[in-house]
């Protein structure tokens, strides 16, 4: 029997150290489809999340991980719209120590906590528009076959062994620590207990005989792929601290516990004295769903992305890929890594009884309103603050004012007393501008907003590729921003239809304004689905010409027809999103005092 040294630290970089990006755009007319990407147009895509954990109810931190993948898995809808070329999973990670310490505690049998618990996750992502085409609990049948057969592949090739584990365990965090990552601080007794450097949470000292797996053999492996695929790890920092981690040496990994300690898990195949490690048990959740072991499964790995928090890197960008590796198989495509949101400034814990309940924001702010206030002010690279007025002020300013405003002088009937999408003019905006002057209306700000929203499209996908969608949002409100100017600088109120000189430039002003909102309508969808559902209805937009590929900007300005022009308008006339500081004020208030 081999004896195992207590973990040696994996890593000295913390991740929670990591810094800022910075993108870059560029700028150019473009008349043909928009944002449709050759490179993915065939190929089949599967994005998942992180399984939950069931100890406790879900916090706004895990909506924001299921609704990330929720974007891309949308957004890439929008360029390959084909339901069988993508999938998108999420799920309850459901076994444990950690799961059966709470059930316990709550005097209830983990399945009663499991079912109770799983329920409220999928409540919620249904609540919320989390558009995930599998659930998987990790209690399920095919589950429990899906991750005896990986153990089974990882024993016949020969890289399980028994030995003997002696180290800390963190059940909160279900992982082994090294000594160097447990600190001792004083317990609720006032005794000295030891605690996780990291996390803050218990940890207790763990002697016991395990089955090991032979993690140190993948340390050069795990490197290459790395060098080689430099966006396997999105944003770079996380990349970047993966490396700095496999600088060290990389000890073997424990995989099983004690039945006799652990009894809620997965029994080891042909030892029921011993469950499998739950992280083992979690991560094969990807392939389960995909069908694994059956052939099926290959059609879909490893065209993966996972959406990560920054907790579980390791986890993922190490262990997983070793795993796999191991298994023979290619680590994933790629691994999407976000930071974290603290509220008021503080980390949120059940003990400090500050944890934002996303079913009260949902309701409070609305779908679109919370999911676009998490997208747009979530930055994955560094944690993020939670705190209602923040709320209340976004949503108020960006989709009241800048886009429910625009929407709104340009539909008005007062503007537009014939309810339909206006035609262009090419002689008042031509699209070689020459010389400015008249019959020429159109200025030089107007050819800049036209080549920002033609633009549009390229930057976000490029911004959803990199995993900022934040960005991705800031672009689309900068372009908001910009229709505002051109409309309030051209006026359109003091314009006559009855005019015949001022009737073309009228008709090109509000076909523009609609064109750029058609865009910003359709590049919303991912993040706001039935505020752009309804914005684009209101344009005249059917169901049909709402995907990336049919996405021509102003085909009139580059000498195209325009499907559109004298189109009849939607008959939906309601406020796109009515302002929330007023109907809140109480919020406000009660912040205050
Ligand atoms: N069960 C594991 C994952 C197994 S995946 C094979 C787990 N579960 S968790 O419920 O603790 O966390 C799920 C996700 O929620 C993680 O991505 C985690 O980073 C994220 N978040 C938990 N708290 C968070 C915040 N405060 N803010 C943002 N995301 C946070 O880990």
Known sequence: ??????????????????????????????????????????????????????????????????????ALYRHRRLRVPSVAATRFSTGTDEHGLKIQQAAATAGLAPTELCDRVSAQFQQLFQEASISCTDF??????????????????????????????????????????????????????????????????????????????????????????LWSNPQAITPEPFHHAVLQWLEDELPDLSVSRRSSHLHWGIPVPGDDSQT?????????????VIGYPNAEFKSWWPATSHVIGKDILKFHAIYWPAFLLGAGMSPPHRIYVHSHWTVCGQKMSKSLGNVVDPRTCLDRYTVDGFRYFLLRQGVPNWDCDYYDEKVVKLLDSELADALGGLLNRCTANRINPSGTYPSFCTTCFPSEPGLLEAPVRAQAEDYALVSAVAT????????????????????????????NGFVQRHAPWKLNWESPVDAPWLGTVLHVAFECLRVFGTLLQPVTPSLADRLLSRLGVSATERGLGELYFLPRFYGHPCPFEGRRLGPETGLLFPRLDQSRAWLMKAHRT
């Open 276 to 288: 499998i490690y739950v992280w083992l048990d979690a991560l094969v959740n990807y392939l389960t």
């Open 456 to 483: 549009l499209p390229k930057q976000v996908a490029d911004h959803y590729d990199n995993f900022q969608i934040y960005k991705a949002l800031e672009a689309v409100s900068s372009c908001v921003r910009q229709t």
């Open 1 to 70: 029997m081999l004896r195992i040294p207590v973990f040696r630290l994996l890593g000295r970089t913390g991740v929670s150290r990591v810094s800022l990006l910075k993108g870059s755009g560029s700028r150019h007319y473009s008349s043909g489809p928009l944002g449709a990407r050759d490179d993915v147009c065939d190929a089949r895509a599967y994005f998942t999340t992180p399984i939950f954990y069931v100890n406790a109810a879900p916090h706004i931190g895990h909506l924001y991980s299921a609704l990330l993948a929720d």
């Open 136 to 225: 998987i609990r990790t209690t399920e049948a095919r589950h429990r076959a899906a991750v005896q057969h990986f153990w089974g592949v990882l024993k016949a090739r020969g890289l399980l062994y028994k030995g003997l584990y002696e180290g800390w365990y963190c059940a909160s965090d279900e992982c082994f620590l090294p000594e160097t990552k447990v600190t001792w601080q004083p317990g609720p007794s006032g005794d000295s207990c030891p605690v996780s450097l990291e996390s803050g949470h218990p940890v207790s000292w763990t002697k016991e005989e395990n089955y090991i797996f032979r993690l140190s053999q993948f340390r050069e492996p795990l490197q290459r792929w």
